[in-house]
């Protein structure tokens, strides 16, 4: 099923819903999608929505239009950037949508077309994978604004690719291309313009296809790893148990052994 539907709700972040792929996107096209304080209350309910729905096995963020997303809306919220950190700040309510994506219980995936700046690269590296086309522009440019990033976004960018290229992405303000997005890591795949669209269909569909429990499993697992360097036991046991009394792993045998494709039906642990 093509991915591009387009949003069918009005608003700064709009969903979408095709097969088993659910789709958020970051909706203000005239503005480059910069996102606002608005877009980053409404990014996880937007999550929630999609990890709510059986039906969707996998979560692809995109931006209207021909960019991805072209920062923090400076213009509107540059105040906001400075104001304490109470429960009602711009810098909870970002460190909120941040963490709901990382923490999202499905897949996710960034599909980056042109400008994906400050705001927008901050969404990007929350998710699990990224996939961009050649039109893309990478950065993060607070030191021309003047204000500190925050840690949270700044210590997932330097475990994605390194403390030293993430000093040169801070320090300098600098907008890459995706000859070095690519090279850097910040992006997994890098494609022309006409088959970004296939691309990220064709890895969502792939995904989609496969166990949800190995997945949820995998996706745990490395968040106990980022989190402390290491995989904890009782997460591992935790899923291996859930493995072995779930039907994934009795369908996925008898596939394999009758050379056909595995249909597989878990979706939600028994703990």
């Not at 608005?38 to 021909?66: C, M, T, Y």
């Not at 009602?88 to 970002?94: K, T």
């Not at 929350?126 to 604004?145: E, F, P, Y």
């Not at 801070?170 to 070095?180: E, K, Q, T, V």
């Amino acid at each position: 099923m093509p991915l591009d539907i387009g949003p069918t709700e009005p608003g700064a972040v709009s969903v979408t819903v095709n097969g088993a792929i659910g789709t958020i996107w970051l909706n203000r096209p005239e503005k480059r999608n910069a996102v606002s304080l608005e877009s980053w209350a409404a990014l996880p309910g937007a999550v929630h929505r999609l990890q709510d729905n059986d039906a969707v096995k996998v979560i692809v963020f995109r931006g209207v239009g021909d960019h991805f997303c072209g920062g923090a809306d400076i213009a509107t919220i540059g105040a906001q950037l400075t104001d304490g950190d109470g429960p009602n700040s711009y810098r909870q309510i970002n460190k909120v949508a941040e963490e709901t994506i990382a923490a999202a219980t499905k897949p996710t995936i960034a599909m980056l077309r042109g400008y994906c700046v400050g705001g927008g690269c901050q969404i990007s590296l929350a998710c699990d994978l990224r996939v961009a086309d050649s039109t893309v522009k990478m950065g993060i440019t607070v030191a021309k604004l003047g204000f500190s990033y925050p840690g949270f976004a700044l210590e997932r960018c330097a475990r994605l690719i390194g403390a030293s290229k993430t000093r040169y992405i801070l320090y300098s303000g600098d907008i890459i291309d995706a000859d070095l997005v690519e090279k850097w890591g910040m992006a997994d795949f890098v494609v022309s313009p006409e088959d970004l669209e296939a691309k990220v269909e064709g890895i969502a569909e792939m995904i989609a296809s496969r166990s949800m429990l190995t997945i949820r499993a995998t996706k745990e697992q490395l968040a106990s790893f980022d989190a402390t360097s290491t995989i904890r036991d009782d997460v591992t046991a935790r899923w291996e148990h859930e493995a072995k009394h779930g039907a994934d792993i009795g369908e996925g045998v008898d596939a394999f052994v009758n050379k056909r494709s595995p249909v597989f039906t878990w979706t939600k642990p028994s703990f």
